[in-house]
Antibody
């Protein structure tokens, strides 16, 4: 069974940093592109960043470029999102999702940026 | 960036109704289109990929069609568990973009 479990969310002050993790199981992690998608309270879905199976290709939304860094460790079956210079508008539930068409999603982890 | 526009934004329907949601891309995306269902407080769930391919385990009352710029998601015979918000997403190019969502409500 495919499972994606996010962790690392919490309350952080504006300008602060947070590192999200996504633990994958039930499939060959190193075969798949992985994604981060977020959802602000009461809002729609927003794609954040994607990383290719080997980590060679990385794409990020303009809204997070230069502040967020996606990475992966295929030996640990884990996906990461390093979030720096956080802003109030980054407050959202962050989901990891598998493959180009996001066929499986984790349960999400809430990031709240507030003073 | 490719803009995805869903219509309607919300629809009120009764159990047993047939519901169709439209998603339009601002430029051609061949068939690189996915549909998701999201219930309150839950993660999105994949329904359709490649515009018309049913995700494993998804009931056949859900169907997708279209190519190029115009796509539809149809739910035949709406059931209580189908009341949710539905999103389309293009994965033809980066940045990936989602439609704004269509909320299917009980009439």
């Amino acid at each position: 069974e495919v499972q994606l479990v996010e962790s690392g969310g919490g309350l952080v002050k504006p300008g602060g940093s947070l590192r999200l993790s996504c633990a994958a199981s039930g499939f060959t992690f190193s075969d798949y592109t992985m994604n981060w998608v977020r959802q602000a309270p009461g809002k729609g879905l927003e794609w954040v960043s994607s990383i290719s199976s080997t980590g060679s290709y990385i794409y990020s939304a303009d809204s997070v470029k230069g502040r967020f860094t996606i990475s992966r460790d295929n030996a640990k079956n884990s996906l990461y999102l390093q979030m720096d210079s956080l802003r109030a508008e980054d407050t959202a539930v962050y989901y990891c999702a598998r493959d180009a068409w996001a066929d499986y999603w984790g349960q999400g982890t809430l990031v709240t940026v507030s003073s | 960036d490719i803009q995805m526009t869903q219509s309607p934004s919300s629809v009120s329907a009764s159990v047993g109704d047939r519901v169709t949601i439209t998603c339009r891309a601002s430029q051609g995306i061949t068939n690189y289109l996915a549909w998701f269902q999201q219930k309150p407080g839950k993660a999105p769930k994949s329904l359709i990929y490649a515009a018309s391919s049913l995700q494993s385990g998804v009931p056949s009352k859900f169907s997708g069609s279209g190519s190029g710029t115009d796509f539809t998601l149809t739910i035949s015979s709406l059931q209580p568990e189908d009341f949710a918000t539905y999103y389309c997403q293009q994965y033809n190019s980066y940045p990936r973009t989602f439609g704004q969502g269509t909320k299917v409500e009980i009439k």
